[in-house]
T-cell receptor, first 118, second 112 residues
Framework: EAQVTQNPRYLITVTGKKLTVTCSQN?????MSWYRQDPGLGLRQIYY???????DKGDVPEGYKVSRKEKRNFPLILESPSPNQTSLYFC?????????????????FGPGTRLTVT | GENVEQHPSTLSVQEGDSAVIKCTYS??????FPWYKQELGKRPQLIID?????GEKKDQRIAVTLNKTAKHFSLHITETQPEDSAVYFC???????????FGTGTQLKVEL
């Protein structure tokens, strides 16, 4: 089954304790990205990656790091989490080329990770 | 990032009525305009999209219209049903399609 997976799904942590949220896709997609979702603000892009070893900042990259060492994985790293990073996080992937009637830009989202930093 | 305005933020309609959500953007280079639906507790999913060389696209009860001159595009849902209740997001792609900016979302509630 084609899918994007994220782990953990729920995480409660304390300020300053480094954490990693994993993201993996099995669709051989080149493009992957991370978003955070906050009430009233919609989904905001944190980082994206166009392929292995190619990453770039989205609109809200401060406080986050990413890496893309393998095509299928795109982990999100919070080196020193703070309470303002409490949010719902989504990973997504996207292929290139036409996919039926959807065109080239359909994004497939993971199930989300709810992070609470106290 | 790209400036995207989505209105209204909440919309309540009676079952069977139509709903319209509008997004306005600023980057004239944008050429792909999708809409995503997010049901409560679930991930966003693409429901319809349109390219800039087309003015309107329909898929059963949903349609998207694009006015590229005025830089806005709209989602139209006809004959609304309770299962249409969700949050809807528009999306703008810039930076060659790699940088993505979502609208702030519209909470649609379809009442019986």
């Amino acid at each position: 089954e084609a899918q994007v997976t994220q782990n953990p799904r729920y995480l409660i942590t304390v300020t300053g304790k480094k954490l990693t949220v994993t993201c993996s896709q099995n669709m051989n997609h080149e493009y992957m990205s991370w978003y955070r979702q906050d009430p009233g603000l919609g989904l905001r892009q944190i980082y994206y990656s166009m392929n292995v070893e190619v990453t770039d900042k989205g609109d809200v990259p401060e406080g986050y790091k990413v890496s893309r060492k393998e095509k299928r994985n795109f982990p999100l790293i919070l080196e020193s989490p703070s309470p303002n990073q409490t949010s719902l996080y989504f990973c997504a992937s996207r292929g290139v080329g036409l996919a039926g009637d959807r065109g080239v830009y359909e994004q497939y989202f993971g199930p989300g990770t709810r992070l609470t930093v106290t | 990032g790209e400036n995207v305005e989505q209105h209204p933020s909440t919309l309540s309609v009676q079952e069977g009525d139509s709903a319209v959500i509008k997004c306005t953007y600023s980057d004239s280079a944008s050429n792909y305009f999708p809409w995503y639906k997010q049901e409560l507790g679930k991930r966003p999913q693409l429901i319809i999209d349109i390219r800039s060389n087309v003015g309107e696209k329909k898929d059963q009860r949903i349609a998207v219209t694009l006015n590229k001159t005025a830089k806005h595009f709209s989602l139209h849902i006809t004959e609304t049903q309770p299962e249409d209740s969700a949050v809807y997001f528009c999306l703008i792609l810039t930076g060659g399609g790699n940088k993505l900016t979502f609208g702030t979302g519209t909470q649609l509630k379809v009442e019986l």
